[in-house]
């Protein structure tokens, strides 16, 4: 399986900009990265993705390097709702869309 | 519409028994996701159906099974329950090719 590297864990004041690294440096040319989000007590949610270029939604923005080897997903205002631990993922389609979840960065957001 | 949803929230077995959870996908998804998540720990991949058939499966022994129906709905059964079965068990459905996934809210196992 394709592995992801995170930090354990970041802190952020509240109202500023959050940036979640992430390396894969086994990553192949059809693997997508997904960042998932999983707040206490609950399931986990999707966030974005994308393979090649950036992508921005309304959650979040998804930075990826030009040899792909690694990413940084961009909060760009983080609330208190955003705290939550972040999963970088590999959907490896030689796996047959196996996702593998990461240890993740556990994001705390202090007022 | 409804999100995925998961049947029972919580359930108490005792070791050797079995336990079978039940998930229901978003409307049109034909592709559901099984996921075990022990206190602490990472979700570890569990199993993958799509229209009807087993896909894939991860590193777990064969007394975790389940099953797709028809109307795409899914069951996961544990047999011969052990202590470290307990977790939480959380499953995700898309459209196939996994584009998005959609999480339930998952239900807490418990073997005592």
């Known amino acids: 399986d394709a592995k992801t590297t995170q930090p354990n864990s970041m802190e952020s004041n509240e109202e500023e900009p959050v940036h979640l690294p992430c390396n894969h440096s086994?990553?192949?040319?059809?693997?997508?990265i997904h960042w998932y989000r999983q707040l206490p007590s609950q399931g986990p949610e999707y966030v974005i993705h994308?393979?090649?270029s950036n992508v921005n939604n309304r959650m979040a923005s998804l930075a990826i390097a030009e040899d792909r080897k690694s990413s940084t997903l961009i909060l760009h205002r983080a609330t208190l709702r955003d705290a939550a631990v972040y999963y970088c993922?590999?959907?490896?389609?030689?796996?047959?869309?196996?996702?593998?979840f990461g240890g993740g960065t556990r994001v705390l957001v202090k007022p | 519409e409804a999100g995925v949803t998961q049947s029972p929230t919580h359930l108490i077995k005792t070791r050797g028994q079995q336990a079978t959870l039940r998930c229901s996908p978003i409307?049109?998804?034909?592709?559901v996701y099984w996921y075990q998540q022990a206190l602490g720990l990472g979700l570890q991949f569990l199993l993958w159906?799509?229209?009807?058939?087993?896909?894939n499966r991860g590193n777990f022994p064969p007394r975790f099974s389940g099953r797709q129906f028809p109307n795409y709905s899914s069951e996961l059964n544990v047999n011969a329950l052990e202590l470290e079965d307990s977790a939480l068990y959380l499953c995700?459905?898309?459209?196939?090719?996994?584009?998005?996934?959609?999480f339930g809210q998952g239900t807490r196992l418990t073997v005592v």
């Open positions: 159906y799509d229209e009807g058939e087993e896909r």
């Open positions: 993922i590999l959907r490896e389609d030689a796996a047959g869309n196996k996702l593998t």
């Open positions: 994308g393979l090649t």
């Open positions: 995700a459905s898309s459209l196939v090719g996994w584009g998005q996934a959609f």
């Open positions: 409307s049109g998804h034909t592709s």
């Open positions: 086994t990553i192949s040319g059809t693997d997508y």
